[in-house]
């Protein structure tokens, strides 16, 4: 039995896999969490088998929506595959935020669904990728100028995100944040 802390890269709740790691034999078991590309998640497997899944939230929280058992009581190593995207999750997401950070509460309001699924196609196209810091920033441009949306917001927005500064290496190497309070796990970052 082996944990493994990774991303998810999934869409339109299809295409499910978990980056870095080979993809348990039954990882369709996972759909019905409605996953979204660019979600840190822990996965327990056993045999090639997914038996246990968490979630983790904004507040390093772990929520366990796939298993009859809390596995992680009993294992002593979670291998952190995260690492290997960690530079370009940071960079899309500091994009993104400087994307959406120009918008008013009622333009968030009214594009709320317009914008989620703009950022889960934005994390499911580039956090597997070997693109630089510019080269992810033009597409997400290109895709701002695909949007269905007032075209003064999406002036703004393609502004926001050509002057989106790149992060230092220490905000492209932040990890992701799990509280294993509790848990006698080690995490392994063996991967860089």
């Known amino acids: 039995m082996k944990a493994y802390l990774t991303f998810v890269r999934q869409k339109n709740n299809q295409d499910l896999s978990f980056l870095g790691i080979k993809n348990p034999e039954n990882i369709g078991d996972a759909l019905p969490?409605?996953?979204i590309s660019?979600?840190?998640i822990i996965s327990i497997l056993k045999e090639d088998?997914?038996?246990a899944l968490y979630l983790i939230d904004r507040d390093s929280e772990l929520f366990q929506v796939?298993?009859?058992e809390d596995f992680l009581f009993m294992l002593k190593n979670l291998e952190d595959y995260s690492n290997i995207n960690l530079p370009k999750y940071n960079s899309i997401k500091q994009i993104?935020?400087?994307c959406?950070?120009?918008l008013s509460i009622n333009e968030l309001e009214a594009y709320d669904k317009v914008m989620k699924s703009f950022e889960d196609k934005i994390f499911y196209e580039l956090l597997h990728t070997d693109l630089n810091f510019n080269r992810i920033q033009n597409h997400i441009i290109r895709e701002i100028k695909k949007l269905s949306i007032n075209l003064i917001v999406l002036e703004r927005m393609v502004n926001c995100c050509k002057n989106s500064k790149q992060i230092t290496l220490k905000q492209m190497k932040k990890k992701v944040d799990v509280n294993l309070s509790g848990y006698g796990?080690?995490?392994n970052t063996f991967i860089s």
């Open 33 to 35: 969490f409605k996953l």
């Open 49 to 51: 088998k997914l038996i």
């Open 66 to 68: 796939l298993g009859d």
């Open 100 to 102: 959406f950070s120009c």
């Open 38 to 40: 660019g979600q840190p």
């Open 96 to 98: 993104l935020l400087d």
């Open 185 to 187: 796990i080690y995490i």
